[in-house]
């Protein structure tokens, strides 16, 4: 079946202001003629790297999500996007050197979810919401006790995609910060009820550092939930779906 991502596709001349971000949704099961595009936009490394994965599907997801961030970064930076230059940090995390642009991207499933902006980081997740045996130990093990305090307060049939909303945005917090796991996911409260604008609750304690930081609840497919973390101050959202 196919997904139903409901952003709008994005007009043909894209400019990337100061203060903006900007969303892509894309869907990762692409035509056997766009994974040779995207196969021959790659490095490679990259391709070496997809190469690795024991799974076709993986492998497969992997080639659309980094070809499609090349195309997407070649969009923006005038550039073939066999030509975008990437650099890794030490945890992985793909940058362009000595630029303003600024990104991230995660994937899940059959949905890739992409983040620009200038001059200041951004952070994504992406999940697929399912049910989860463990999901109570998780949350005691991994939540600040406000959020493990306020998914136990929730009825049950609610605790999953409440799980799933607090997963993602603690995850694109991380992913803002660039540290990974490395940063305790305890440290920071967000908001995760249904009635809930998301927003960060606290950081380190700190409801002052909480509100430099702002969060976005994001709808995609049906069955998927995401999450933006962003500075505060850059609040002119621009949501696209990629269509090739």
Known sequence: MALVLAWPLAPADIHLEHGAVH???AGLQQSAAQMVVFWESLTVAERDRAD???FDRHRRRFIVARGLLRHLLGRYLGLEPHAVRLDFSAYDKPFLPENPLFFNLSHT????LFAFCLDTAVGVDVEKI???DDLDAI??????????QVLQSLPLQQQTSAFFRCWTRKEAFIKLIGEGLSYPLDNFE????INEPARFVSIEGSAVRAAA????HLELAR????ALAVQTGQSNLFFWRWSG
């Open 109 to 112: 499933g059959d949905v890739g």
């Open 190 to 193: 967000v908001t995760l009820a």
């Open 139 to 148: 949350a005691a093990r991994f939540f600040a006790p406000g959020e493990y």
């Open 223 to 226: 069955g998927y939930v995401g």
């Open 130 to 132: 399912k049910p989860l």
């Open 213 to 216: 930081y702002h969060l976005e």
């Open 23 to 25: 969303i892509w949704s």
């Open 52 to 54: 690795r994965f024991h």
